[in-house]
Protein backbone atom coordinates (compact mmCIF):
# COMPACT_ATOMS: atom_id res chain seq x y z
CA UNK A 1 0.00 0.00 0.00
CA UNK A 2 1.20 3.46 -1.33
CA UNK A 3 0.89 6.23 1.08
CA UNK A 4 0.38 9.68 -0.10
CA UNK A 5 1.84 12.60 2.29
CA UNK A 6 -0.87 15.69 2.33
CA UNK A 7 0.14 19.00 0.60
CA UNK A 8 1.20 21.01 3.10
CA UNK A 9 3.28 18.31 4.56
CA UNK A 10 5.37 18.42 1.67
CA UNK A 11 5.54 21.75 0.51
CA UNK A 12 7.15 22.35 4.72
CA UNK A 13 9.43 19.43 3.20
CA UNK A 14 10.85 21.18 0.25
CA UNK A 15 11.12 24.69 2.40
CA UNK A 16 13.53 22.47 4.83
CA UNK A 17 15.15 20.57 1.91
CA UNK A 18 18.33 23.38 1.51
CA UNK A 19 19.13 22.33 4.83
CA UNK A 20 20.87 18.99 3.55
CA UNK A 21 22.87 21.29 1.45
CA UNK A 22 24.16 23.54 3.85
CA UNK A 23 25.32 20.32 6.36
CA UNK A 24 27.88 19.20 3.33
CA UNK A 25 31.62 19.92 4.29
CA UNK A 26 32.52 21.38 0.38
CA UNK A 27 29.33 24.21 0.58
CA UNK A 28 31.05 25.45 3.79
CA UNK A 29 34.54 25.90 2.77
CA UNK A 30 32.97 27.82 -0.28
CA UNK A 31 30.96 30.38 1.96
CA UNK A 32 33.87 30.83 4.05
CA UNK A 33 35.51 31.80 0.79
CA UNK A 34 32.98 33.81 -0.43
CA UNK A 35 32.57 35.68 3.37
CA UNK A 36 36.22 36.39 2.44
CA UNK A 37 35.85 37.90 -0.69
CA UNK A 38 37.28 35.16 -2.54
CA UNK A 39 35.30 33.21 -5.65
CA UNK A 40 33.42 30.05 -5.39
CA UNK A 41 31.89 27.57 -7.77
CA UNK A 42 29.97 24.73 -7.08
CA UNK A 43 29.24 22.07 -9.17
CA UNK A 44 26.95 20.30 -11.18
CA UNK A 45 24.25 22.71 -10.31
CA UNK A 46 21.24 23.21 -12.65
CA UNK A 47 17.62 23.19 -13.49
CA UNK A 48 15.55 23.54 -9.98
CA UNK A 49 18.81 23.21 -8.05
CA UNK A 50 20.07 26.45 -8.61
CA UNK A 51 16.75 28.10 -6.39
CA UNK A 52 17.69 24.97 -4.11
CA UNK A 53 21.46 26.36 -3.85
CA UNK A 54 20.62 29.99 -4.03
CA UNK A 55 17.80 29.19 -0.82
CA UNK A 56 21.06 27.21 1.08
CA UNK A 57 22.96 30.57 0.59
CA UNK A 58 20.38 32.57 1.68
CA UNK A 59 21.90 31.22 5.67
CA UNK A 60 24.82 32.68 5.26
CA UNK A 61 24.08 35.86 3.08
CA UNK A 62 20.84 37.62 3.96
CA UNK A 63 20.60 39.28 0.47
CA UNK A 64 21.50 37.89 -2.53
CA UNK A 65 21.44 38.92 -6.50
CA UNK A 66 21.29 36.50 -8.84
CA UNK A 67 22.33 37.48 -12.57
CA UNK A 68 20.60 34.61 -15.17
CA UNK A 69 21.65 34.11 -18.79
CA UNK A 70 18.52 35.28 -20.17
CA UNK A 71 14.86 36.22 -19.56
CA UNK A 72 13.50 33.10 -19.24
CA UNK A 73 15.64 31.57 -17.37
CA UNK A 74 15.33 34.50 -15.01
CA UNK A 75 11.82 33.53 -14.96
CA UNK A 76 12.06 29.83 -14.20
CA UNK A 77 14.67 30.67 -11.28
CA UNK A 78 11.55 32.69 -9.71
CA UNK A 79 9.18 30.19 -10.08
CA UNK A 80 11.46 27.03 -8.58
CA UNK A 81 12.41 29.65 -5.79
CA UNK A 82 9.00 29.78 -4.65
CA UNK A 83 8.74 26.06 -3.65
CA UNK A 84 12.14 26.42 -1.79
CA UNK A 85 12.26 30.00 -0.79
CA UNK A 86 10.46 31.12 2.22
CA UNK A 87 11.81 34.66 2.00
CA UNK A 88 10.83 37.75 -0.49
CA UNK A 89 11.83 37.04 -3.99
CA UNK A 90 11.95 39.66 -6.79
CA UNK A 91 12.34 39.50 -10.44
CA UNK A 92 14.22 42.76 -11.84
CA UNK A 93 13.41 43.50 -15.89
CA UNK A 94 15.17 44.72 -17.80
CA UNK A 95 13.45 47.54 -19.83
CA UNK A 96 13.15 47.09 -23.94
CA UNK A 97 10.93 50.24 -24.65
CA UNK A 98 12.35 52.89 -26.93
CA UNK A 99 13.46 56.00 -26.27
CA UNK A 100 10.82 58.40 -26.26
CA UNK A 101 8.50 56.39 -25.51
CA UNK A 102 6.62 57.19 -21.89
CA UNK A 103 7.74 55.25 -18.68
CA UNK A 104 4.60 55.95 -17.01
CA UNK A 105 2.56 52.68 -18.78
CA UNK A 106 5.19 50.33 -19.83
CA UNK A 107 4.93 47.51 -17.32
CA UNK A 108 8.51 46.32 -17.30
CA UNK A 109 9.79 50.24 -16.12
CA UNK A 110 6.68 49.82 -13.18
CA UNK A 111 8.82 46.70 -11.91
CA UNK A 112 12.29 47.52 -11.65
CA UNK A 113 10.93 51.18 -10.08
CA UNK A 114 9.09 48.44 -7.72
CA UNK A 115 12.09 46.61 -7.02
CA UNK A 116 13.99 49.62 -6.65
CA UNK A 117 11.48 50.93 -3.86
CA UNK A 118 11.04 48.03 -2.20
CA UNK A 119 15.03 47.80 -1.30
CA UNK A 120 14.63 50.70 0.65
CA UNK A 121 12.20 50.04 3.16
CA UNK A 122 11.58 46.84 5.83
CA UNK A 123 10.21 44.98 3.49
CA UNK A 124 13.36 44.88 1.14
CA UNK A 125 13.67 41.50 -1.24
CA UNK A 126 16.19 38.48 -0.15
CA UNK A 127 16.46 37.66 -3.83
CA UNK A 128 16.78 39.81 -6.43
CA UNK A 129 16.92 38.04 -9.58
CA UNK A 130 17.71 39.72 -12.73
CA UNK A 131 19.75 39.14 -16.03
CA UNK A 132 23.09 41.24 -17.18
CA UNK A 133 21.38 43.74 -19.88
CA UNK A 134 19.17 44.56 -17.14
CA UNK A 135 21.58 45.02 -14.38
CA UNK A 136 23.80 47.46 -17.12
CA UNK A 137 20.46 49.62 -17.46
CA UNK A 138 20.45 52.29 -15.28
CA UNK A 139 17.31 53.18 -12.65
CA UNK A 140 16.55 56.80 -10.98
CA UNK A 141 18.73 57.31 -8.36
CA UNK A 142 18.18 57.46 -4.36
CA UNK A 143 17.52 61.34 -4.59
CA UNK A 144 15.31 61.50 -7.79
CA UNK A 145 12.93 58.71 -6.44
CA UNK A 146 12.42 60.45 -3.35
CA UNK A 147 12.03 64.13 -5.11
CA UNK A 148 9.22 62.97 -7.15
CA UNK A 149 7.25 61.03 -4.74
CA UNK A 150 4.63 62.17 -3.30
CA UNK A 151 2.63 60.78 -0.28
CA UNK A 152 -0.88 60.45 0.20
CA UNK A 153 -2.59 59.58 3.46
CA UNK A 154 -6.44 59.38 5.01
CA UNK A 155 -7.47 62.02 5.89
CA UNK A 156 -4.80 64.94 4.58
CA UNK A 157 -6.25 67.70 2.81
CA UNK A 158 -5.15 68.17 -0.91
CA UNK A 159 -5.14 70.90 -3.62
CA UNK A 160 -7.48 68.76 -6.24
CA UNK A 161 -6.64 70.89 -9.27
CA UNK A 162 -2.70 71.07 -8.38
CA UNK A 163 -2.89 67.54 -7.97
CA UNK A 164 -4.74 66.17 -11.37
CA UNK A 165 -2.12 69.19 -12.53
CA UNK A 166 0.59 67.36 -10.83
CA UNK A 167 -0.40 64.36 -12.36
CA UNK A 168 -0.19 65.69 -15.94
CA UNK A 169 2.80 67.04 -15.91
CA UNK A 170 4.33 63.92 -15.11
CA UNK A 171 3.29 62.41 -18.22
CA UNK A 172 -0.25 60.56 -16.81
CA UNK A 173 -3.00 60.53 -19.04
CA UNK A 174 -6.57 61.56 -18.12
CA UNK A 175 -9.32 59.30 -18.93
CA UNK A 176 -12.88 58.18 -18.12
CA UNK A 177 -11.86 54.86 -16.34
CA UNK A 178 -8.17 53.78 -15.54
CA UNK A 179 -7.02 50.78 -16.83
CA UNK A 180 -3.64 51.00 -17.06
CA UNK A 181 -0.75 52.06 -15.44
CA UNK A 182 -0.23 56.03 -16.10
CA UNK A 183 -4.01 56.86 -16.27
CA UNK A 184 -5.97 58.65 -13.84
CA UNK A 185 -9.92 59.74 -13.84
CA UNK A 186 -11.28 62.30 -11.09
CA UNK A 187 -15.16 62.69 -11.28
CA UNK A 188 -17.07 64.08 -8.37
CA UNK A 189 -15.34 63.39 -5.32
CA UNK A 190 -13.49 60.11 -6.41
CA UNK A 191 -9.74 60.10 -8.16
CA UNK A 192 -8.84 56.92 -9.56
CA UNK A 193 -5.05 56.67 -9.78
CA UNK A 194 -2.89 53.79 -11.38
CA UNK A 195 0.82 54.30 -10.54
CA UNK A 196 3.64 52.55 -12.52
CA UNK A 197 4.59 50.60 -9.65
CA UNK A 198 1.13 49.53 -8.43
CA UNK A 199 -0.58 46.06 -9.41
CA UNK A 200 -3.82 47.69 -9.27
CA UNK A 201 -5.15 51.17 -9.03
CA UNK A 202 -6.10 53.17 -5.85
CA UNK A 203 -9.41 54.73 -5.46
CA UNK A 204 -8.94 58.16 -3.56
CA UNK A 205 -12.38 59.51 -2.16
CA UNK A 206 -12.96 63.19 -0.91
CA UNK A 207 -14.93 65.36 1.11
CA UNK A 208 -14.34 68.42 -0.39
CA UNK A 209 -10.68 68.66 -0.39
CA UNK A 210 -10.26 66.44 2.56
CA UNK A 211 -9.68 62.53 1.83
CA UNK A 212 -11.56 59.99 3.58
CA UNK A 213 -10.58 56.54 2.36
CA UNK A 214 -8.12 55.30 0.24
CA UNK A 215 -8.14 51.53 -1.62
CA UNK A 216 -6.84 49.50 -4.54
CA UNK A 217 -9.45 47.98 -6.22
CA UNK A 218 -9.95 45.59 -8.99
CA UNK A 219 -10.40 47.32 -12.85
CA UNK A 220 -12.55 44.77 -14.10
CA UNK A 221 -15.17 44.40 -11.57
CA UNK A 222 -14.65 47.68 -9.36
CA UNK A 223 -14.33 46.08 -5.92
CA UNK A 224 -12.12 46.84 -3.28
CA UNK A 225 -8.85 44.87 -2.74
CA UNK A 226 -7.75 46.30 0.03
CA UNK A 227 -8.23 49.80 2.27
CA UNK A 228 -4.84 51.50 3.00
CA UNK A 229 -3.85 54.34 5.25
CA UNK A 230 -1.76 55.80 2.68
CA UNK A 231 0.31 55.83 -0.52
CA UNK A 232 3.36 56.79 -2.09
CA UNK A 233 2.64 58.14 -5.91
CA UNK A 234 6.23 58.34 -7.59
CA UNK A 235 6.32 59.93 -11.03
CA UNK A 236 9.01 60.44 -13.26
CA UNK A 237 8.35 62.46 -17.04
CA UNK A 238 9.69 60.07 -20.14
CA UNK A 239 12.72 63.28 -20.12
CA UNK A 240 13.84 62.12 -16.95
CA UNK A 241 17.52 60.74 -17.62
CA UNK A 242 18.34 58.08 -14.92
CA UNK A 243 21.47 58.60 -12.99
CA UNK A 244 21.41 55.49 -10.51
CA UNK A 245 21.91 51.57 -10.93
CA UNK A 246 20.21 48.42 -8.89
CA UNK A 247 23.41 47.77 -7.09
CA UNK A 248 23.31 51.41 -5.28
CA UNK A 249 20.02 50.42 -3.65
CA UNK A 250 21.39 47.10 -2.32
CA UNK A 251 23.91 46.71 0.42
CA UNK A 252 27.79 46.17 -0.20
CA UNK A 253 27.49 42.41 0.62
CA UNK A 254 25.21 41.56 -1.37
Given at each position: ??????????????????????????????????????????????????????????????????????????????????????????????????????????????????????????????????????????VPSHAAIESHT?????????????????????????????????????????????????????????????????????????????????????????????????????????
Amino acid sequence: MVGVAPQAQVTDQLLELHKLISRDAGFEECVRGLQRGQAATFDSVWGSSCALLTTALLQPFPRILLVCPDARFCDDLVDDLSTFCRGRVERFPDYPAAIGSRPTVDYEYGDRLRVVKKCLTAEAPDVVVTTAPALLQPVPSHAAIESHTRIIECNQKIDVPQFKQWLVEHGFHHTTAVELPGEFSARGGIIDVFAPDWHAPVRIELFDDQIESLRFFQIDTQRSQADVARVEITLLSSEYQADGHLVDFLPTDC
